[in-house]
């Protein structure tokens, strides 16, 4: 066998066996395309090797040095822009000046080349350049100055642009009705722009001090005048009629947040829900829940009125989620639905706007772009879950991490208060009693298993596996001793003090089980010979078998 | 007068070839992130530039000789030889790796199932798991160039018959 032929089936057992596969690039691809031509010898994306880079930056930044000598004079090497940052934190990491920006706060900084804005590690930042543009930028995100150019207009000198770099990570702005981003490896030439007062998104010290003290005054004029025409709404009599107010809704408004605008069926079911109701519904019920869980925590019955009562809100959800069901939104059953990224995304601000807690307009963005991106996410695991010879479960378990990532990443961007409107302390992890967790999903396809040790559930897994797989004798001796394995393999916690009875399950445990049970699928379908129409039906199953100390 | 077919709209050009494209990277020897990275690059190349859309092979083609381009120069400095390159794209052309259906994948498929229970055990370990060589001959309680040289003569055994199944 020659190298190249060893090679290859090298790479399609790691893609058959291993499950490699690459992300789906269409999206980057298309965007760059629309970026107009750029020539062939454009860097890549990926940060080249340490000693290429090395090279590379002395050669970037002994043209950039040229070109700025010829462009700018002295005076104008200290043209200075404002960084405000109203989410998450920002390091400026500036030739003259290294500062720290926590939400809220902002500082002139005199760009140079070579200088860097670092987004910290645990959230994303949200960023407003010179007062005017806002960009979110993911957790990690390192952007570099790499060039100037100065501008003269009006009589008056301004930066006329400025080169960034995207180091790592990414980021992303609203312009053209849209969001656009940018990734790691890409640059983005920012040009003068002035806002729709004029104030101009670069110039000098001096100018954009004042321009941003004039947007400042114009912000609060705003400000103030929408809030006499709440308050003169609010105090006139009933039966006068009100001008309507030229001021943009707030968003409390309860508008469904744009997670997939490209998709119009979406977008026209989104629009159809009464997320008002839905809000409502939510608020109602968690409180309910909240003393559920604290009967069942105390190992009490389920007291039946109150269970009447969570099930009646309940059934408003569930014809909400089986809405979005048949509408073909991606998700295993119901409530792969109902924690889709953009079905979740406006669930949560429905119920944050009801609470009062509405998501300002910043959170409203950074949630629409995560939302985006990981409802891309969830369309390629479902091109993936297509695969006859993926397993059901693996699937289940990947739509349950990739939910997981969401929405952590989602709570990174809420305030501590609207945190503990979606989640209170006393249900977090709890399943079928966390409204906004992946433990929903998994909540579907459990099978509680009365037993009181590793050998039980052995068993009861067995007579399950030999009622509905035809299995030979030696065939079935295999089953057994894999079956077994995997009882023993169980974390200690499940046997002590993890579900007994009737307490609420966590999603853990849950999660904890059904990883190894599908390893033990894997080993089954690996090591024990039996026919196709088995195969299939093992690789189908999501069921869940979750010991229950008895 | 005979009309030459409407082109295919850039997103359904990529959404059907990207895969493939990558794995003839990765087979190439780009690592993971490289592979994206020079996707995208061919992408923009072709699209870029005067594309004539003459069907899924011809595109195909196109397409993996690009790729190799951007592949050989972005490896100039190891300077691999663009020869060996051209016997990688008849061992992909012959191995049909190009295709989703009915092509390698499908056949090795079918060849893992007839294996026996041991081999198909090892190879899941090493593939499906990514256990490292050390930890399966632990676990089989091997030497590591025993379950070193257990692998290449599966992986013979698997090329045989997927020959076998490409070609009968």
Known sequence: ?550 | MSRSPEPTPPAELIRRHQRALWRWLRFLGADGPTAEDLVQETFLVVLRGPFEDRGPAATSAWLRAVARNLFLKDRRREARAAAALEEAEAVWLRFRAEDEENGLKDALRACLEELPERGRRVLGLRYEDGWSRARIARELSLGEEGVKSLLARLRKALRACVERRLWA
């Open chain 1, 1 to 550: 066998m020659t190298d190249w032929e060893d090679r290859l089936l090298d790479r399609a057992l790691r893609e058959t066996l291993g499950g490699e596969a690459p992300a789906d690039l269409s999206h980057r691809i298309l965007l760059r395309l629309r970026g107009g031509p750029r020539g062939e010898e454009k860097a890549p994306r990926r940060p080249p090797s340490s000693r290429l880079r090395a090279a590379l930056l002395a050669a970037v930044f002994l043209c950039v040095g040229l070109l700025l000598r010829g462009v700018l004079a002295p005076r104008e090497t200290l043209l200075a822009i404002r960084l405000a940052v109203t989410e998450g934190r920002v390091r400026w990491l500036g030739t003259t000046r290294r500062l720290v920006l926590e939400a809220g706060g902002s500082a002139l900084v005199r760009p140079k080349p070579g200088d860097r804005l670092e987004a910290g590690t645990a959230r994303p930042a949200v960023l407003i350049l010179g007062g005017y543009r806002r960009f979110f930028l993911d957790p990690n995100t390192i952007l570099e100055v790499r060039a100037m150019t100065a501008t003269n207009r009006n009589g008056r000198t301004i930066l006329g642009g400025l080169a960034i770099a995207v180091v790592s990570g990414g980021l992303g702005w609203m312009a053209g009705g849209g969001l656009q981003r940018a990734e790691a490896g890409e640059e983005l030439d920012m040009r003068v722009e002035t806002a729709g007062d004029g104030a101009p998104l670069l110039g000098t010290p001096k100018e954009t001090e004042l321009a941003e003290r004039l947007a400042a005054a114009r912000e609060e004029i705003r400000r103030l005048r929408a809030r006499l025409v709440a308050r003169e709404k609010a105090e006139a009599p009933e039966g006068v009629e009100e001008e309507a107010p030229a001021e943009k809704p707030p968003p409390d408004s309860g508008d469904p947040i744009e997670v997939l605008p490209s998709d119009p069926s979406l977008a026209a079911l989104l629009a159809r829900i009464d997320w008002r109701m839905a809000g409502r519904t939510m608020k109602e019920m968690i409180p309910l829940l909240e003393k559920l869980n604290e009967a069942l925590e105390k190992g009490g019955e389920i007291p039946l009125d109150l269970a009447g009562e969570i099930q009646k809100l309940n059934g408003n959800l569930l014809s909400q989620a089986k809405a979005f069901l048949e509408a073909g939104v991606p998700g295993s059953g119901v409530n792969g639905a109902w924690t889709h990224p953009a079905v979740t995304a406006n669930f949560m601000n429905a119920l944050l706007a009801e609470a009062g807690m509405s998501l300002d307009e910043g959170q409203r963005e950074a949630l629409s772009r995560l939302g985006r991106r990981y409802a891309s996410e969830n369309e390629i695991l479902r091109d993936r879950g297509k695969d006859p010879n993926a397993l059901a479960l693996d699937s289940l378990l990947k739509e349950v991490e990739l939910k997981d990532r969401f929405l952590e990443e989602t709570e990174a961007m809420l305030s501590a208060d609207q945190r503990r409107i979606l989640h209170p302390e006393s249900l977090r992890g709890r399943i079928g009693m966390d409204l906004f967790s992946s433990g929903l999903v998994l909540a579907q396809y459990l099978r509680p298993v009365p037993v009181r040790n590793p050998g039980q559930l052995a068993d009861s897994l067995r007579s399950s596996l030999a009622g509905s797989l035809e299995l030979s004798g030696p065939a079935r001796a295999k089953v057994d001793r894999l079956v077994r394995e995997f009882a023993d393999s169980l974390p200690e916690e499940i046997w002590k003090g993890g579900p007994k009875g009737k307490a609420p399950l966590r999603k853990a445990w849950v999660q904890a089980v059904a990883r190894r049970q599908l390893g033990l699928m894997k080993r089954i379908l690996r090591e024990v010979p039996m026919a196709d129409a088995d195969r299939r039906q093992l690789r189908s199953s999501m069921r869940i078998f979750l010991p229950i100390r008895r």
